[in-house]
């Protein structure tokens, strides 16, 4: 597992990533993400990240070495669409049971691979190894290599197993795997100055196909699209594209940023969501292009299908804008839709009342800032609970969310639209943006939530409607904490303490009354001394309340 | 012959052989008077066309394909709801072995009913014989406690009198004077199975309220609190009427309904053969006139029963087929007012549960375009279904449906924005339907096995929701009244609308990118 580790650590040591770099070499090793809390509802392990970043290449049998857990519960749930091969939608799974825990699975696995190959034959067999493998001591790298020798095809070990860490580590797992096995292992029929490859885009419900045409138009070619509705040998030679975009925020930096450092591809960070995104998208693509050798004239060109694109979605919004005008939108998502999405909200003429940043970066938390001001609120970890309140309180008109969020929405009687994988439009490009404003606009203006939130019709006049039932409900639990505050008040208090101010350096709540009981009586030398509010700064608000709520008490010790 | 003794196959596949296509060839080419390809192309398409609707709108003598039936249908629905009480048609034996195989084609059960079998000789002279040696036979035959008689075309138009032949055949001993003998004139040259319904109904509350015909005192009426139903002409009686009962016991509220054939469609395969299974007991039937309140289901079913009941001194109160949320609020609210009891929480969890189910699902159903086409009071409540799932009922149509249905589903369409579209065309056909499906497209046709030509010649996907339903079995097992037939219809529009999702991204590696797991 060693070289697991290193692969591990070395993914924490991201230089690419800002955040990483501001940390110290102690909280580096930690890992970049939040630790996960035992005890709360959690997103999806490394080797689920691994899965979905790598499942869109369509031509490669996907086999998962573990239990039937593993593949059973990940098995084509994305809708990762192709144009053409669908092996990839194909479950293949070792299956373990009882005797491979016993005697170990590596034969299990090794025939496996040759049943693939020998029924399928693909260009490429990834094979990801899981928990209960890798805890049994499988190696899943020396069985691939054997597999890869013995039939003269690729076979991928994709390193990622669950226990490792959460999803957004899987993702970089993934790439890595990319990185050593795959990438640069084949060469193009030819090369143009005007190749390109998109990293972290992964073709939900086509999207990718609702960019291409604007692409290809401006005679830019997808050298390779990584993952979505790739195909092996696409991604084997990405090596020798001129220019990346890396799309879906952090979850691939390491693939764009070691593919710079290794072959000299310039990359940038960039969103097709959103009309004002896509634009600058473009432009950037052709910067780039133009910058490693493509004719100028490239830029005039992108210029003129942006007017022309803009003008037409603006046209085709313009009547929606005013129908949704003012209209206030909660927004749960994660990375890059947490800002992405909310540029093309405003563009609508809607509010932003809320959002999400759970899998975000600071960089994503900025550009969140950015767009709607220092009073954005940002939200971390919103428990369903929390996300319940807020749909009352912030008196939101719609929620858009991923498909595990939905029912929060739903039993608060709140409209909601899927906007994460499991969605059934897409929503990139300026077409895009158009079909995502005619969902909302169909979705607020659907009759069913009136029928939602109206309560039986044989209830009295002034009985518990749908949000004073929702805030009944918090209050009985409210109540039910005091309770048990009073019954034991230490261990309130320290549960109290605990609960974090600033999510971005995990400083808790004790960390900075402790602070400021000892004489940091302003938000910078709270910040100062606790690193408080020194990441996206979203907390300050929180530090300055703290400051004032303990004033009293200080003057009253004075 | 391709047939072989060892390997028979059946129709689906023998007749696509080539020495039976060749002689199908031959006989359209020798017998058929065959027309040009491309001419029955082009005519084909004209039937597409606006102005060929506008054409098919005009007509005023012929309809095609109409989506209703006789009223001694109607009539024998009806009697099969009394307890042993056995249908007997006056008229044409033809017409009956209809209704019976109409209803077991629906069911898959049989449904008892007898004729007085008229003939040529009957036309001539009158039908009294008939009714004498008829009564006598199915009385001795099959011992039924009551004979509900109603009539066929036949019988109507040589204006045989029910009344005076009952009495008459009573006289000659043919059932003793105190059998009970309802009777409905049901001619079908009059309104539809609904009407039959209405008329059978009307015929035997009557009969046992105001005085068996004049043969004993009329009943006098002491006010209880009982609660009468009439489900009206159904083809989810047996599911519905269940259900129905299932709510009234959880209310608490005291009922009896009028014509229960809750069990008379799907008896137990158990060994006996139950010829009558009728739930409503004759004396429940007399009895009924006491109550306080009489709620009809279907009001266009019950177009003279109610007025009848409410001349008698009861409140009555018609409902649309009430389906869905709204639907099912208002029948819910309207038993506990004349019942007088509270509505119980587990009333309000199924609602809940079935708002949920709507809210859950409501993206795939919310601005959908459905044709309706069915009974009045069906079409009502399903478009008001669908208002409520923000979706566009366009084409409602009723071919029995009257001008003050038409009025009443305006105003529905005029109560929400998802109607502004929306029309509703009374005494129209299916082919009236076919011209709509073609000028205006919809995403969903809704009706019954009829509709599955439509949408074989439109491509409009077919939701079987109606009578009679031949070609998918049970359904009739399943409410679709209260909160819990709400969701069993939400699930069927459902199920229709992902199935049509499959099978319209199925085809590998061109539009199967959409044909995912998750809907």
Not at chain 1, 125 to 149: L, R, S
Not at chain 1, 364 to 377: C, S, V
Not at chain 2, 158 to 178: H, Q, R
Request: glycine share 8%.
């Amino acid at each position: 597992m060693s070289s697991l580790n290193q692969t591990i650590q070395d993914v924490f040591n991201e230089p690419g990533c800002g955040k990483n770099q501001g940390k110290s070499e102690k909280e580096r090793k930690k890992g970049c993400t939040k630790q996960l809390q035992p005890g709360g509802a959690a997103g999806g392990c490394a080797f689920d990240g691994a899965k979905i970043a790598l499942q869109p290449i369509t031509d490669v049998a996907h086999l998962v070495h573990g239990p039937i857990a593993c593949e059973g519960n990940s098995w084509d749930n994305r809708g990762a669409a192709s144009s053409g091969p669908q092996l990839y939608r194909t479950g293949f799974t070792t299956d373990i049971n009882e005797t491979d825990i016993v005697f170990g699975g590596e034969k299990h696995l090794f025939k496996a691979i040759r049943e693939i190959i020998a029924k399928y034959d693909p260009p490429a067999v990834f094979v990801y190894q899981t928990c209960v493998p890798a805890m049994i001591g499988d190696d899943i790298n020396a069985v691939c290599k054997a597999a890869a020798e013995k039939f003269g095809k690729p076979v991928v070990p994709i390193n990622s197993p669950g226990f490792v860490g959460p999803k957004n580590l899987g993702n970089k797992l993934a790439g890595e795997a990319l990185l050593e096995h795959v990438i640069g292992t084949r060469e193009p029929e030819f090369t143009t100055p005007y190749d390109i490859n998109i990293i972290g885009e992964y073709n939900l419900a086509g999207e990718l196909w609702q960019i291409k045409p604007l692409l290809d138009e401006l005679g830019i070619r997808i050298l390779s699209c990584i993952s979505g509705d790739a195909r092996y040998e696409e991604v084997a030679w990405s090596h020798r594209a001129r220019a990346a975009m890396m799309v879906c925020s952090k979850a691939m930096i390491n693939v764009a940023r070691k593919m710079e450092e290794r072959y000299g591809i310039p990359f940038f960070e960039g969103s097709f969501y959103g009309i004002g995104d896509m634009s600058d998208s473009l432009r950037e693509i052709a910067r780039l292009l133009i910058e490693r050798g493509a004719d100028p004239e490239l830029m005039e060109r992108t210029e003129a299908v942006i007017t022309r694109e803009e003008a037409r979605a603006w046209e085709r919004i313009a009547p929606y804008a005013q129908r949704l005008a003012g209209k206030k939108v909660l927004l749960i998502t994660g990375g890059v839709k947490s800002w992405s999405v909310v540029a093309a909200l405003q563009e609508a003429g809607m509010e932003i009342v809320g959002t999400s940043v759970k899998k975000s970066t600071r960089e994503d938390k900025e550009k969140i800032k950015e767009l709607m001001g220092q009073d954005a609120h940002m939200f971390d970890d919103l428990t369903p609970r929390e996300m319940y309140r807020m749909l009352k309180t912030a008196e939101a008109d719609i929620m858009l969310s991923g498909g595990r969020s939905q029912f929060i929405a739903l039993k608060a009687g709140m409209p909601w639209l899927d906007i994460n994988q499991e969605r059934h439009y897409a929503y990139a490009g300026y077409h895009g943006m158009v079909e995502l404003v005619r969902e909302i606009d169909r979705t607020i203006s659907n009759r069913v939530w009136e029928q939602v939130r109206k309560p039986p019709p044989w209830e009295e006049e002034g009985a518990a409607n749908w949000q004073s039932r929702a805030m009944a409900s918090l209050e009985a639990e409210a109540e039910e904490l005091a309770a048990a505050r009073l019954a034991d008040p230490a261990l309130a208090e320290a549960n109290r303490r605990a609960q974090a101010v600033c999510m971005c350096k995990g400083v808790s709540t004790g960390a900075v009354e402790d602070a400021v009981i000892g004489g940091a009586d302003t938000r910078g030398a709270v910040s100062a001394q606790t690193g408080a509010s020194t990441g996206c700064g979203a907390c300050g608000v929180l530090v300055d309340q703290i400051i004032e709520d303990l004033s009293p008490l200080l003057q009253a010790a004075e | 012959m391709p047939q072989d003794a060892n390997n028979v196959i059946d129709h689906f596949e023998l007749f696509r052989g080539p020495e039976y296509q060749e002689m199908l060839a031959r006989k359209r080419e020798q017998f058929e008077n065959p027309v040009d390809p491309t001419e029955l192309a082009r005519v084909r398409e004209w039937t597409k066309t606006e102005e060929y609707k506008e054409l098919n709108f005009a007509r005023d003598s012929l309809t095609v394909n109409p989506a209703k039936a006789c009223q001694p249908l109607g009539a024998v629905f009806v009697a099969v709801g009394f307890e042993s009480t056995i249908p007997f048609v006056h008229g044409s034996q033809g017409c009956v072995a209809y209704y019976r195989s109409h209803f077991s084609r629906h069911f898959k059960e049989p449904t008892s009913c007898v004729s007085s079998s008229m003939t040529e000789d009957a036309a001539v002279f009158g039908g009294l014989n008939n009714m004498v040696d008829g009564l006598a036979n199915t009385l001795s035959m099959y011992k039924p406690k009551m004979i509900a008689v109603s009539t066929t075309c036949m019988a109507e138009v040589i204006g045989d009198d029910l009344n005076a032949f009952i009495k008459t055949a009573k006289e000659k001993g043919s059932v003793p004077d105190d059998f009970d003998v309802p009777f409905a004139h049901t001619p079908a040259f009059v309104g539809s199975h609904i009407t039959g319904y209405d008329n059978a109904m009307k015929g035997i509350l009557e009969h046992f309220w105001d005085g068996k015909a004049k043969t004993v005192d009329a009943l006098v009426r002491v006010p209880n609190g009982k609660i009468n139903f009439l489900g009206g002409f159904d083809g989810y009686t047996v599911g519905n009427l269940r259900e129905v009962k299932r709510i009234f016991e959880l209310m608490k509220v005291e009922y009896t309904i009028l014509g229960d054939t809750s069990d008379v469609w799907d008896t137990p395969t158990d060994g006996q053969f139950r010829m009558y299974d009728g739930g409503t007991t004759l004396e429940d039937a007399a009895n009924a006139v006491h109550a306080a309140a009489t709620i009809s289901m279907q009001e266009y079913c019950t177009e003279k029963t109610l007025p009848m009941i409410a001349a008698h001194g009861q409140e009555t109160v018609a409902l649309n087929h009430p389906i869905g949320v709204e639907g099912t609020d208002r029948f819910i609210m309207e038993v506990a007012r004349l019942a007088g009891v509270e509505i119980p929480e587990a009333l309000a969890m199924e609602r809940g549960r079935l708002v949920d189910a709507i809210a859950d699902s409501n993206s795939h159903i919310h601005g959908k375009k459905f044709a309706i086409y069915g009974d009045p009071d069906l079409c009502f409540g399903l478009a008001s279904f669908l208002l409520e799932l923000g979706a566009e009922p366009v084409h409602v149509l009723a071919t029995n449906g009257s001008k003050g249905w038409a009025k009443k589903m305006q105003a529905l369409f005029d109560s929400s924005p998802f109607g502004a579209n929306c029309k509703a065309y009374p005494g129209k056909d299916l082919w009236h339907m076919r011209s709509l499906l073609f000028t205006s497209p919809v995403d969903f046709l809704i009706g019954n096995t009829y509709g599955k030509y439509l949408e074989r010649d439109t491509g409009t996907p077919l939701i079987r929701i109606g009578f009679p339903i031949f070609d998918r079995h049970h359904k009739h097992r399943y409410p679709v009244w209260g909160y819990q037939g709400g969701l069993n219809v939400l699930v069927t529009i459902l199920d229709r609308i992902f199935e049509h999702m499959d099978a319209t991204t199925n085809v590998p590696a061109k539009t199967d990118y959409s044909y995912d797991i998750i809907r």
